[in-house]
């Protein structure tokens, strides 16, 4: 989710994950984007704590977007359209196969 007027962007500080997360690398050209005035940007570990800053209206991120769906169906997010196309993200779930098997295919 990510605004792009550079009015509205100085006013909200761009919302990321911090320099450890696994995320940080894949959207480094997003986020290192000079054409993206962003005034400042707050970082963090946690991307539930950036959504709901975000949805607080103390800034902009950039989650994953299936992760976050309730809360766009619900209001609380919205999603900001981009000229700036975000990178695929792909997702995968590993497990112990002699533990509770079918709890873990259900959570995949």
Not at 8 to 21: F, G, T
Not at 71 to 90: A, T
Request: glycine letters at 4%; hydrophobic letters at 40%; one cysteine or more.
């Amino acid at each position: 989710m990510i605004r792009h007027r550079t009015d509205k962007n100085e006013r909200y500080p761009l919302l990321i994950q911090s320099v450890a997360s696994m995320l940080r690398p894949i959207l480094n050209e997003v986020i290192d984007n000079p054409k993206l005035p962003f005034g400042k940007t707050i970082s963090c570990n946690n991307m539930s704590a950036l959504a709901e800053l975000a949805a607080y209206g103390l800034g902009i991120t950039i989650p994953p977007k299936t992760f976050f769906s309730r809360q766009v169906e619900d209001g609380r997010l919205h999603i900001v359209k981009s000229e700036f196309e975000l990178p695929k993200l792909e997702y995968f779930i590993t497990s112990r196969n002699d533990y509770n098997g079918a709890f873990f295919e259900e959570i995949a």
